[in-house]
């Protein structure tokens, strides 16, 4: 059977939690559309998460990656279409860094596409009955320097990996002294993480 890799982080900003690692959690060893999951909590440091995604997929060698993160203030999963090639942060990561203006792979391009179907995956999640989007912007944050990482690597090294990344929005207890900010059950992101994964393809038999 083939492995998706799929990864969330770890707590951030002083939160109690954070739904993308707990919603891939409740996904790890699941089977998926012909695919078996390997769930891994990445840490929210820029730099550390995506040499992390590295060694994963260096050491599993899976068929395809989808990576996921908290998008505040999302009321959908979205799926991302682009992986950018700089750090540029509002706010320092958990390792007290603060990038700004600095190329995460220096002279490496300027930005990847998702090498995943990213609007099969939107479609899936929907027909789930779970709002989702495209996205064109990942970000500057940790999120992106996952994702483009992630993409960097497989491209650099001529591997067929597929990789994608998902936004999903704040577990309600995130947000629940903040009236009217969008928020979706744990439950309800781990659905629709399972829900986009299907859409992923397996590879054609030669």
Not at 8 to 34: H, K, R, V
Not at 78 to 100: S, T
Not at 144 to 168: C, E, K, P, W
Request: charged content about 20%; some cysteine.
């Amino acid at each position: 059977m083939h492995e998706m890799l799929l990864t969330g982080f770890d707590t951030f900003a002083g939160a109690e939690l954070n739904p993308s690692g707990l919603a891939a959690a409740q996904l790890d060893g699941q089977e998926i559309a012909g695919f078996r999951v390997r769930a891994h909590e990445l840490p929210t440091e820029f730099a550390a998460a995506g040499e992390m995604v590295v060694e994963l997929i260096d050491g599993l060698q899976p068929t395809a990656v989808i990576c996921c993160g908290q998008a505040g203030g999302a009321s959908e999963l979205r799926c991302e279409r682009l992986a950018v090639n700089l750090r540029d942060a509002r706010r320092p990561d958990n390792a007290g860094k603060q990038p700004q203006d600095e190329e995460i792979v220096p002279g490496a391009p300027a930005a990847y596409w998702a090498s995943v179907p990213v609007r099969d995956l939107v479609s899936r999640v929907r027909e789930a009955g779970i709002p989702a989007r495209i996205s064109y912007s990942a970000g500057t944050y940790v999120c992106n320097d996952v994702f483009y990482m992630a993409r960097h690597h497989v491209q650099d090294n001529g591997l067929s990996t597929r990789v994608g990344f998902i936004h999903v929005p704040c577990a309600p207890e995130q947000v629940a002294d903040r009236p009217g900010v969008a928020s979706m059950e744990v439950e309800t992101i781990a659905r629709g993480l399972r829900a986009a994964m299907s859409a992923v393809p397996l590879p054609r038999c030669r």
